[in-house]
């Protein structure tokens, strides 16, 4: 079974997740950046939805250090928002992020992008996410 990490600072979200995908794929949570760091290496999730407003860490600084350790890499991160400018976006893609994903979370679209995010890393190309 694929490990979703999930990382944000409200346990609804959480709950949602794990209510959505925990039947698919195991679900891992962290509400901090610091445990974000720690889960990523400890667990090896197969992708980490990353909250674009963590409370306690800057989610773009969160993003640089998972792709600037060599542990963490490879993991494809999806950020995660309610509201998001186009340009905030952009800036997450050339940090490293795999996609985006808009908050509260709909079944189809969520199985979908964890789906092709994973499916592109399992396949070899890691270069195109």
């Given amino acids: 079974m694929k490990k979703i990490l999930v990382a944000d600072d409200m ?3 959480f ?24 889960e990523a290496k400890s667990m ?17 600084d969160i993003l640089k250090k998972l792709k600037e350790d060599d542990e ?4 494809p991160v ?11 976006i952009s800036r997450y893609y050339s940090l490293g ?6 908050k509260p979370f709909v079944e189809n679209v969520l199985f979908k992008r964890i789906d092709v995010v994973c499916a592109l890393k399992d ?7």
């Fill in 78 to 88: 999806i950020i995660t928002a309610s509201d998001a400018s186009i340009m905030a």
């Fill in 123 to 129: 396949d070899g190309h890691y270069d195109l996410i």
């Fill in 72 to 75: 963490t890499r490879d993991i």
């Fill in 15 to 38: 709950e949602q997740a794990r209510e959505i995908i925990g039947g698919r794929y195991e679900v891992i949570t962290a509400g901090t950046g610091t445990e974000v760091q720690s």
């Fill in 11 to 13: 346990p609804t979200v």
């Fill in 44 to 60: 090896k999730p197969d992708v980490i939805l990353l909250d674009m407003f963590m409370d306690d860490e800057r989610s773009e």
């Fill in 97 to 102: 992020a795999a996609d985006f994903l808009k």
